[in-house]
């Protein structure tokens, strides 16, 4: 029986998205499970899986094209099965230059055969990045695709080279001017306006969503401080125990365990604002934001507050992997119902996040540091951590966000709470 591959919604406000490229020709084999395609959304790049084993007997939508989520996109089918492309709810568009670049004349050497370049996204970011037109770019991948290598060899290989000093001839000695004389000023140095650098999708994305959320929340902000030895203890032991599987729970984990435990206790924190209503998750999805070239994204630990530690670490570790290498899946990302920021790796002492809607809140996590501070009287060394919540004020109010900060700083204080 014939399976449709259809366009993936990957996160709750992707509308469309781009075939990046096919991974399979037609006709050619493929099995449950194993990557078909790449799709491109506003923020990352996505691997899509074969709905079902067979053979891919259609391409319905070809790479390069902006399509609809839900519209069939391939089909699968037996070796003798009759297909045929359905009909598409409305000619699919062509992808904007961020996806796509206009095919050169005949020449150039990165053109495919449908007249469209091929490139990686991590190629198309350089090659964005220093200017790179990848029509001239000569790739080495599959089918001609231009690799992050292709692009950088490009870049080596259009640096000027050093050209050996001219001999000089040496000049008679100035004539020194009396000291009474009035020298005029020389003209002021004017600089050279610097080069707009045009937006990447990613870029106007985030843009877009971080305006409106300032525009559309109304955020309050609790900043407490947090004593992280124990945890840090606690975390050596574990750390140690699971040396062995390859494991290293993180401080990023600990804190994900305890937002996912606190918000267990808080609903409020765990909810999303509507004209209608506020709407209750029944669920705890943790939304932790990776850094990636260019911008970053927001990837989903679905169900936090049943998983181990060990679990979080393990998905954390492979989710941000992914992200890092445009090699995301659906289900990485979107669907959260409170995220965290963590700048602890980058020395900050403390941040304000913005609310990521449509969640109630977001934690900015700061860095674990020795900092002196008074226990019974005395002056004493401790790693302290602060924490800033970023709450929605129409969904919850200082004082509930202030006992939910508090029980995820309790959490992590008595660490023994989040493995037990």
Known sequence: MATEITMPQMGFDMTEGVIAAWLKNEGDPVTKGEPIAEIETDKTTIQIESFASGILRKIVVPAGQRVPVGQVIGIIADPDEAVSAPPAAQPPT?????????????????????????????????????GVDLRLVKGSGPEGRITKADVEAFVAAAQPTAVP???????????????????????????????KQPLTRMRQTIAARMVASKQQV?????????????????????????KAEGVKVSVNDMVIRAVALALRRFPNMNAS????????????????????????VTVTVRDADTKTLRQISQEMSALAERARQNKMLPGDAGGQTFTISNLGMYDVDNFLAIVNQPDAGILAVAT???????????????????????GDHRLTDGAEGAQFINEVKRLLENPWSLVL
């Open 94 to 130: 062509q992808q904007p230059s961020f996806t796509e670049t206009p095919a050169p004349p005949a020449t150039a050497p990165a053109a495919s055969a449908g007249g469209r370049v091929i490139a990686t996204p991590v190629a198309r970011r350089l090659a964005e990045q220093y």
């Open 165 to 195: 000093p001219v001999p000089s001839v040496p000049e008679p000695l100035p004539t020194v001017a009396p000291a009474y004389a009035t020298q005029p000023p020389p003209p002021p140095v004017v600089a050279e306006p610097a080069a």
């Open 218 to 242: 109304p955020h309050f902000y609790i900043t407490v401080s947090v004593e992280m030895d124990a945890a840090l203890a606690l975390r050596a032991q574990i750390n140690e125990a699971l």
């Open 273 to 296: 604002f509507s004209q209608d209503g506020i709407e209750p998750h029944a669920h705890v999805h943790i939304g932790c934001a990776v850094t990636v070239p260019g911008g970053l």
């Open 368 to 390: 674990a540091k020795p900092t002196p501070v008074v226990r019974d009287g005395q002056i004493v060394i401790r790693t302290m951590m602060n924490m800033t919540l970023s």
